[in-house]
């Protein structure tokens, strides 16, 4: 694969070679591969009161041993507010109830992840000579297929007090089956990195409410309000394998998540933080029933470092003292849009947060280069003996346990777009040829309320087992802009 900048537009002669030379970039890789779909399609409708609709598909690819993958989906709607016995109430102008089930397939991994790559010239010294060899490039999982979500739902659709109100409540059961995720590759495989796989099947469930409403005041005021909440709980309801999946790594902290049978995917497990060692009348109450001192992963802890929770009581700090401590999936998830317009004038609004989820605070830990930067807590407010009364632990560069103390609530809410428009009269840009002319000034991210130490409370990178952790992310940016809208 190879790039020019600079290549001609004339189809004649749109070549890479006559593009500019000193832009050219050459890559080693390439891929391919294959897809065949088909898809029949049923609608039916009776009487504007019976609905159906009913599809199948058969997508094929060559990513895997067994090609296709079969999905079927249906959905069947009944206006109610068209029967008869629904003429004379005068409560709903539109009531739709509609019940749907679906599956879809999903192949989308990189053609690398189901093939066995070589490479190819790796230097090997045989009977003191120097020759050239072939090695397997990975380790691959050789009976990887199609990842399958299936959804049920449903729903009720209704509007009332002349459509100016509307709304959708929805009921859904989503479960994806076979998930396509990387994982660690075990150390009993005798390698290492990560591998793609067919993980486990996940469950979702939950319900969906949004609301409309559009009205007028007067002849020169109208405006709309909208919003929506959502609800969800995840799940993991069967490994394949049965092996729970450690993730989440955190440098020489070590792994902060896991994902297990029961759990939401990608949960964090840690060791339950309890403060920090303020004086030396709590580092001797931290024994044992039987009086014995409890040790920090074989050492005895000193004044400033974490108290953590010796959950099975053996008198050590260790993994096996680990808690599952929440997770990056929300439990709630909401939504809000507002306009208004007066006269020539208008006003939007986008708002959206979460509420239930956490998030690991990766910047908070001990840096191990002397030369990074740190966060203002541990800079200001770490233990000292004049600052004993803090719950940040003592400065040092050595690695500190994954525990609570990092997990912090990712709920937020934020005023994402807000823009102020304002159109000039028609009669006015009638005399200079102009069909429309608007102005407007605009934000986008412009408040975000959260308690949340770090950058930012939505962490855009990691895997579905190894969500919500912020070690590296860059602060989200808040903008501002003005611009026109013409139309000659």
Request: overall charge neutral; charged content about 20%.
């Amino acid at each position: 694969m190879a790039s020019r900048n600079n290549v001609p537009s004339d189809p004649d002669i749109r070549y890479l070679s006559q593009g500019d030379p000193s832009t050219q970039l050459n890559n080693s890789t390439a891929d391919e591969r294959t897809r065949n779909s088909y898809i029949s399609r049923l609608s039916y409708a009776y009487d504007k009161k019976y609905l159906l609709t009913a599809t199948f598909r058969a997508d094929g690819t060559s990513l895997f041993t067994k090609k296709y993958a079969y999905s079927p989906a249906f959905g069947i709607g009944w206006v109610i507010s068209n029967e008869n016995f629904m003429q004379k109430q005068k409560i709903f102008d539109n009531l739709k109830l509609r019940v749907s089930y679906g599956r879809v397939g999903n192949d989308n991994i990189p053609s690398s992840a189901s093939t066995q790559t070589i490479t190819s010239n790796l230097p090997y010294f045989f009977n003191g000579s120097y020759v050239t060899g072939l090695a397997f490039a990975g380790i691959i999982d050789k009976n990887i297929k199609w990842e399958s979500t299936d959804e049920a739902d449903i729903g009720l659709e209704f509007s009332i007090l002349k459509s100016r109100l509307s709304g959708e409540i929805d009921v859904y059961d989503k479960k994806v089956s076979n998930a396509l995720i990387q994982v660690p590759i075990s150390g009993v495989l005798g390698g290492s990195g990560l591998i793609y796989t067919n993980v486990a099947t996940i469950d979702n469930k939950g319900i969906e409410l949004s609301l409309n409403w559009n009205d007028k005041i007067g002849d020169k005021i109208s405006y709309t309000i909208s919003g929506n909440v959502s609800y969800n709980k995840n799940n993991v309801v069967a490994l394949n394998g049965g092996q729970a999946i450690h993730s989440g790594s955190v440098g020489q902290e070590g792994n902060t998540t896991l994902t297990a049978n029961g759990q939401p995917i990608g949960s964090f497990f840690v060791l339950q933080a309890q403060g920090v060692f303020h004086n030396q009348k709590e580092l001797a109450s931290y024994v044992t029933k039987s009086g014995t001192a409890i040790t920090i992963n074989g050492q005895l802890p000193t004044l400033g470092d974490l108290r953590y929770e010796d959950v099975n009581g053996d008198g050590r700090i260790d993994d096996n003292d680990r808690v599952f401590a929440g997770s990056y999936q929300p439990k709630y998830t909401l939504g809000f849009n507002g306009t208004i317009s007066y006269k020539a004038f208008d006003l939007g609004i986008g708002a959206y947060g979460t509420i239930g989820n956490k998030i690991y605070n990766g910047k908070k830990a001990a840096r191990f280069n002397q030369k990074d930067n740190v966060e203002a807590s541990v800079a200001n407010d770490s233990w000292t003996f004049k600052n004993y009364a803090t719950n940040v632990p003592r400065a040092n560069l050595n690695p500190i346990p994954q525990s609570t103390y990092f997990i912090e609530s990712g709920d937020f809410a934020r005023i994402n777009n807000l823009t102020i428009g304002y159109t000039f009269p028609q009669t006015l840009l009638n005399k200079y040829g102009i069909s429309n002319f608007r102005c407007y000034v605009t934000s986008q991210n412009l408040l975000t309320l959260t308690k949340y130490s770090g950058f930012t409370p939505e962490i855009e990178d990691g895997s579905p087992i190894a969500p919500g952790i912020e070690f590296n992310a860059y602060p989200t940016t808040r903008t501002y802009a003005f611009g026109v809208n013409l139309t000659f």
